[in-house]
């Protein structure tokens, strides 16, 4: 079965320190992966993909992720966190061709200053 | 990429009416979605509306509560049927680009309060 875990509803981080946001996948396909930001009051914006080409993906605003088969894992770091990256984070899943990406429960990134 | 508009951006109803809510594409594509995200929830998939075809709906949504049209490449339609305050939510239209790829874009998403 396909599915996606995000591993902790809140972070919180100060602006300037380093952001980590967990997120593993089960799938039975050699799977897509996605991080969406979601602001508040607006939609779904796609951060990054990974599609089986580079297991480090660099994404905008300055995001990055590392895909690791071994771990099924797919996090999404930030070397430095700024105000304006607090939101809601969801990690997607893309399973067999023609199915709709499935979503993690998102975490909110929190960032103080 | 592909721009996504919806219409309306957001309402607020009264229980036992009908919402029908718009989303345009700028560019022909084949797979659309629906998708509801009730507060502080993450996403659900609805359904999947291909031109052509009858759309596809996920366990617990049915057509008569969300009877969806897809009539050209470009746009889609959702409706919210007789509707309660449970079905307050921000609803989401999605568009995948191309057959050979699972990445999905995104509408604003309309917000719905029912009173």
């Known amino acids: 079965a396909q599915s996606v875990t995000q591993l902790d509803s809140h972070v919180s981080v100060s602006e300037g320190t380093p952001v980590l946001l967990r997120c593993n996948y089960s799938s039975s396909y050699s799977p897509s992966l996605f991080w969406y930001v979601q602001h508040p009051n607006k939609g779904l914006q796609l951060l990054l993909k990974?599609?089986?080409?580079?297991?480090l993906v660099k994404g905008i605003n300055g995001f990055e992720a590392e895909f690791k088969k071994s771990e099924t894992s797919f996090h999404l770091t930030k070397p430095s966190a700024h105000m304006s990256d607090a939101a809601e984070y969801f990690c997607a899943l893309g399973g067999s061709a023609g199915t709709a990406l499935i979503f993690g429960k998102g975490t909110t990134l929190s960032v103080s200053s | 990429s592909a721009v996504i508009s919806q219409k309306p951006s957001r309402d607020i109803c009264q229980r036992g009416t009908s919402l029908t809510i718009q989303c345009q594409v700028d560019?022909?594509?084949?797979?659309m979605f629906w998708y509801r995200q009730q507060p502080g929830q993450s996403l659900t998939l609805i359904a999947t509306?291909?031109?052509?075809?009858?759309?596809?709906?996920e366990s617990g949504f049915v057509i008569d509560k969300f009877p969806i049209s897809r009539p050209n490449l470009t746009f889609s339609t959702l409706t919210v049927s007789n509707m309660s305050p449970e079905d307050s939510s921000i609803y989401l239209c999605?568009?995948?680009?191309?057959?050979?790829?699972?990445?999905?874009?995104f509408g604003p998403g309309t917000r719905l309060t029912v009173t």
């Open positions: 509306a291909n031109q052509g075809s009858e759309a596809t709906y």
């Open positions: 560019s022909q594509v084949t797979m």
């Open positions: 990974y599609t089986s080409a580079a297991t």
């Open positions: 999605s568009v995948r680009p191309g057959l050979s790829t699972n990445l999905q874009y």
